[in-house]
């Protein structure tokens, strides 16, 4: 069971906006820079965010990352069929000394 | 281009050890950590632990302790991860990712993952 809690899924029409919570504690989020990670079945995961809001080159602006205390959250905007997939934030936990992820949430486009 | 390409898919018994490698390219080997991770069948991804190729210092996650093995062959950028006394609940995708600067923080993210190695543990 992860220390990182994610709901399991979110849905919205084509053009819309979702937002994935991504709750912790004291010991992982507040503390550590947050990643987020997409991941399609079938593929190797893909870095969407790191250190909380930075995009890597390549990643469109659609995607953002804000962190608040011991949440993060992950916007995704102008939603398309593309971004369907499951999402994982991810950080380092300093008390259980290991990277830890979240439960994952599943983006479905309606 | 950066690139990880790990080894192909592996069918074990139980008790059984596997080994999967991770052949890196496109980049200074030597200074970007690498980790593993795996994803079991319906299941989320769990971080298994890391190795700086540079000076061999790994660190696994609990439950990994005692039972797996990450080392590195520097002259052939290439990571490898050894998991003994195999159960079915080891059957699982592995992947290896690298950390995305160099001497990153423990919370580092990854930006660079290989394709994946399916292993399938049955009797």
């Known amino acids: 069971q992860s220390v990182l809690t994610q709901p399991p899924s979110v849905s919205a029409a084509p053009g819309q906006k979702v937002s994935v919570s991504c709750s912790g504690n004291s010991s992982n989020i507040g503390n550590n820079y947050v990643s987020w990670y997409q991941h399609l079945p079938g593929t190797a995961p893909k870095l969407l965010i790191y250190d909380n809001n930075k995009r890597p080159s390549g990643i469109p602006d659609r995607f953002s990352g804000s962190k608040s205390g011991t949440s993060a959250t992950l916007g995704i905007t102008g939603l398309q069929t593309g971004d369907e997939a499951d999402y994982y934030c991810g950080t380092w936990d300093s008390s259980l000394s290991a990277y830890v992820f979240g439960t994952g949430t599943k983006v479905t486009v309606l | 281009q950066v690139h990880l390409v790990q080894s192909g898919a592996e069918v074990k018994k139980p008790g059984a050890s596997m080994k999967v490698s991770c052949k890196a390219s496109g980049y200074n080997f030597v200074t970007y950590g690498i980790n593993w991770v795996r994803q079991a069948p319906g299941q989320g991804l769990e971080w298994m632990g890391w190795?700086?190729?540079?000076?061999?210092?790994?660190n696994c996650a609990q439950k990994f302790q005692g039972r797996v093995t990450m080392t590195t062959d520097t002259s052939t950028t290439t990571a490898y991860m050894e998991l003994r006394s195999l159960t079915s609940d080891d059957t699982a995708v592995y992947y290896c990712?690298?950390?995305?600067?160099?001497?990153?923080?423990?919370?580092?993210?990854?930006?660079?993952w290989g394709q994946g190695t399916m292993v399938t543990v049955f009797s």
């Open positions: 190795i700086i190729p540079y000076n061999g210092i790994s």
């Open positions: 990712a690298k950390h995305r600067a160099v001497v990153g923080g423990t919370d580092d993210a990854f930006d660079v």
